[in-house]
């Protein structure tokens, strides 16, 4: 596999883009943390800051379009760039991706008939190398590397100059040269929720009060709670004082959080991660979410987040 070259990747953005639409890659990475780079085996790599997360695939609908046969999807996976690491999903219904490091290949499930991502790998720190069996085979796979370095901490890459050659990619290229596989440490998510969907900003906000109190001592919300909270942070504030007075609109919106509430159930109790004859109260369930890092406190920061908050605008109210 060739070096990395240290471009980044421009974003095929389109406005009120459906679920798994590409991602928001930063173009200018100046003043935020590189937290992954993605590197084709011709050399094109794309910077990832945290929060954002890439596209890939054969194309065309995608962030970083891959050289490869039918073998992978015209829309593969997505790499999400977070504090933990990096989360490595198959968006997929039809091809498998496969994830390999030192001393494993993990198989990532298939996409779900509800749209979303079985489960993930979770990549806390090196390079792991993504693709279809063949792209992996044959040595042409992606190499994703976990970072967490800031412009001006000795990255050569990260500094604006996006035409030199980064050292740790190359050095995680030479690694992986040298012993077939390179180094990293993954965890497997039992469960995975995409940022970018209307589910995931009901298990943030069901979730919140623990993510800021660890005692967990602070009451859950309800679901007309959660309903008005996501009034708020996807800006609908002409619409608050509509939920405060009529009695319809605010019932209709609770039904609908009460709907996503039962998907995050079933999904916990699919995945197994309840104990048996375990009752999954709200307490049970927002313990599961928070101990599997399938809800972080750093995804509190997404909730000021401009973008993610108006991409979370068009899913509630343009796409309704």
């Known amino acids: 596999m060739q070096g990395c070259q240290g471009t980044v990747g421009r974003v095929r953005a389109r406005a009120g883009g459906r679920t798994h639409a590409p991602g928001r890659i930063c173009e200018r990475l100046d003043n935020v943390a590189v937290s ?10 794309v910077r990832i800051a945290e929060g954002s997360r890439l596209v890939f695939g054969r194309g065309p609908e995608v962030d970083l379009a891959v050289a490869a046969g039918r073998g992978l999807s015209r829309r593969a996976g997505v790499v999400t760039a977070m504090a933990a690491g ?39 720190s090196g390079t792991a190398l993504v693709g279809s069996r063949t792209m992996l085979d044959e040595g ?35 690694a ?74 605010r019932d209709l919106l609770a039904a609908r959080v009460t709907e996503h509430i039962k998907v995050l159930r079933r999904k916990i109790s699919d995945r197994g991660l309840t104990g048996p004859d375990v009752r999954l109260s709200d307490e049970v369930a927002v313990r599961i979410l928070i101990e599997h890092g399938v809800i972080t406190p750093a995804d509190l920061g997404r909730l000021t987040d401009p973008a993610w908050r108006s991409r979370q605008e068009d899913l509630w109210w343009t796409e309704a």
């Open 36 to 45: 992954a780079r993605v590197c084709t085996a011709s050399g094109q790599e």
């Open 86 to 124: 990096v989360c490595i999903t198959n968006i997929s219904r039809t091809h498998a991706l496969y994830v390999e490091g030192d001393g494993y290949r993990i198989r990532l499930p298939r996409l779900e008939e509800d749209g979303e991502p079985a489960g993930g790998w979770l990549l806390h």
């Open 140 to 174: 042409q796979p992606l190499a994703v590397t976990v970072t967490d370095r800031r412009p001006g901490d000795g990255d050569p890459g990260a500094d604006g100059d996006h035409g030199e050659r980064g050292d740790d990619a190359a050095d995680g290229h030479e």
């Open 176 to 249: 992986a040269d040298r012993h077939g596989q390179p180094d990293g440490e993954g965890t497997i998510l039992p469960l995975y929720l995409d940022p970018m969907t209307k589910l995931f900003l009901v298990a943030l906000l069901w979730c919140r009060p623990w993510l800021l109190d660890p005692s967990a001592s602070t009451p859950l919300p309800r679901t007309p709670e959660i309903a008005r909270a996501a009034l708020e942070v996807t800006g609908a504030y002409h619409e608050l004082e509509r939920f405060e007075t009529d009695a319809g609109f």
